[in-house]
């Protein structure tokens, strides 16, 4: 039986604007409170303004209040094992840990998980930025 995260984000890429690539990407995201939110990949002509599939259901999770994810599946229409570039992890990363479980759909019953922290070593964080603006501010080199 397919995962139903991954259902969903297949039924999500059903809905791409895709005029460009026609590379259909769908996304469920579950929060820690169980609600899912899903998301498509929707492009414009410039490229540089299309959505990732993954940051629109975030962008849906996150306007409705919340910060902490448990787990996304993102799927294509290729059921090519396809994972989130890297701004998409690096927007998970900002309200999800290193642990956050990735599920990317090779069609059929076949799925490849990951844990963010896998996907993205050494993301840049609040602490990072912290740690860096005390060095300077102490007069060290960042």
């Known amino acids: 039986m397919t995962d139903e995260l991954v259902e969903r ?20 995201l579950r ?21 990732h599939a993954e940051e629109v259901a975030i962008a849906a999770a996150v306007q409705d209040g919340h910060r902490e994810f448990e787990r996304i599946a993102v799927s294509s229409g290729a059921r090519d ?3 989130p570039c890297g701004m998409c992890r690096q927007t998970l990363a900002e309200f999800a840990g290193a642990d956050l479980e990735i599920v990317c759909d090779e069609g059929g019953e076949e799925t490849t998980a990951y844990t963010l922290g ?3 070593p050494n993301t840049i964080s609040l602490e990072t930025l912290s740690a860096a603006e005390k060095q300077r501010s102490s007069g060290g080199e960042p």
């Open 31 to 51: 929060t820690a409170d169980g609600s899912e939110y899903v998301g498509c990949n929707i492009e414009n002509a410039n490229y540089s303004n299309s959505l």
């Open 9 to 28: 984000a297949r039924e999500a890429l059903e809905d791409a604007y895709v005029p460009y690539s026609e590379y259909r990407v769908g996304a469920a």
């Open 118 to 120: 896998e996907l993205l």
């Open 81 to 83: 094992g396809v994972t």
